[in-house]
């Protein structure tokens, strides 16, 4: 049943619309009636009528400022406004304000009941155009995610029709950016999906927050089940965008203990190019040399890639970087290879020695925990390796320009 309300001062016109049309048989019930527009207003907030019937003349407030605050008040329903034949312009002009007609006095019933019956079929197709585009506004970022995820995997061929999509469907992705990839490097730590969910959105938050710090804000995301993705215009380097990811990674890193990897691309010139430049930022994430560290890296080429002997003495060098007595030749047989291959092929493919690499990822960890301020200097050196504490403050003083004690008492 469509629910009415009548506001009129003339009780006998109020009494003629309730009692001599059979409302019911038009599936209309008379839920209130009124004596002027500010009891009318009271009465529609708590009733809530499908219906309004309103005179346009009326004591305390008049029918066009009814109409008026009835819209203010966003009261969904069909106004109904009754004129006398001297009021005929003035109720047009409550068309305007959102009355869905008007009807002149003396009422004829048989006209009332076709204009209720009009305004309920209005009334119908309003509130399902509004079903309709709320419901496609809650489907529309499940859309946006889907033609992003096509643009990424290269489903579009050509620039035209990437660029009639992103137009479409309103999608922040410009033909000149970057790809920026960061996943979560053992999600498999991670058993309930609401945790990894967690940190991939902690992560995205801090990285986009940092970029938008820089004033970028020209750019699209997409998360997926332990990795996201970052679509951000060219009006910034990447040398600049890898600095907001490495800030970014030290504000997470306060916050979540599991191990991320993020990757930039170089820049793309055309959209169907972003394909490219995507595998480019996932192989980035990727290419970590230090293991079970957070890290930011730039896009390689294909011949940079890591010998697998470099990553497997990484990977040894993490387990193992605590022990005093860790030499090159422990890592070379571990990997079974020679003294000399090992420190060739570092040499070459990382560009770094292999005691240079261990010093780093020593001092990496070294500043976690100068970080967390929970250890004392000499505690950390033996921690990560030196027995000597003041050897270590040299390395480190060498290394990164400040000591350790100066560096932990800085505000992070």
């Known amino acids: ?58 004591p305390f407030m008049d029918g066009l ?25 003035y109720a047009k002009h409550t ?8 009807l002149l006095k003396p009422i004829d019933n048989d006209e009332l009941v076709s204009t209720v019956q009009k305004s309920i079929i209005s009334l119908q197709e309003k509130r399902e155009k509004e079903n309709y585009y709320n419901q496609l506004e809650e489907e529309l970022p499940i859309i946006r995610k889907k033609v992003l995820n096509n643009i990424l995997i290269g489903s579009y061929m050509k620039n035209a029709q990437i660029s009639e999509k992103v137009k479409f469907y309103n999608i922040n992705v410009h033909n000149q950016g970057y790809v920026i990839f960061g996943r979560l490097d053992y999600p498999e730590n991670l058993e309930e999906k609401e945790k990894i969910e967690k940190v991939i959105q902690g992560l995205l938050g801090f990285v986009i927050e940092q970029i938008s ?34 800030t970014a990674l030290e504000d997470y890193e306060r916050q979540y203990g599991s191990i991320v990897s993020i990757g930039i691309s170089s820049s793309y010139r055309q959209y169907k190019d972003i394909k490219i430049a995507y595998q480019e930022a996932q192989k980035s994430a990727k290419l970590k040399l230090f293991p079970m560290i957070n ?46 291959f090992l420190m060739h092929v570092f040499k070459d493919n990382v560009g770094k020695t292999v005691n240079e690499c261990l010093t ?9 925990k100068l ?7 000499y505690e950390i050196a033996d921690q990560i390796g030196y ?6 403050s040299q390395l480190f003083k060498k290394r990164e320009g400040i000591s350790p004690s100066d560096f932990a008492k800085k505000d992070y």
Not at 316 to 326: D, G, P
Not at 371 to 377: A, T, V
Not at 387 to 392: A, L
């Open 213 to 246: 710090a820089g004033r970028i804000t020209d750019l699209s995301s997409i998360t997926y089940d332990s990795y996201f993705v970052i679509l951000v215009d060219n009006s910034i380097n990447r040398h600049k965008l890898k600095e907001y990811c490495t």
């Open 1 to 58: 049943m469509y629910k009415m309300m009548i506001v009129d001062d003339e009780y006998l016109v109020r009494m003629g619309i309730k009692e001599t049309i059979p409302w019911e048989d038009y599936g209309v019930t008379v839920v209130a009636e009124a004596t002027n527009g500010k009891e009318g207003l009271e009465l529609a907030k708590k009733y809530q009528p499908d219906i309004i019937i309103s005179d346009i003349k009326m």
């Open 295 to 340: 890290s930011v890296s730039t896009a390689k080429s294909l011949l940079s890639e890591y010998h697998p002997q470099v990553i497997a003495a990484m990977n040894y060098i993490a387990q193992n970087y605590s022990n005093k007595n860790l030499t090159i030749k422990m890592i070379a047989d571990h990997v079974y290879v020679s003294e000399s």
């Open 65 to 89: 400022e009814f109409v008026q605050q009835l819209n203010n008040l966003q009261i969904d329903c069909e106004i109904i406004i009754l004129s006398g034949y001297k009021d005929f312009e």
């Open 360 to 368: 780093e990822y020593r001092m990496i960890i070294a500043k976690k």
């Open 95 to 102: 068309l305007e304000n959102g009355a869905y007609s008007y």
């Open 387 to 392: 027995g000597d504490s003041k050897y270590f």
């Open 371 to 377: 970080m967390s301020g929970q250890f004392k200097i």
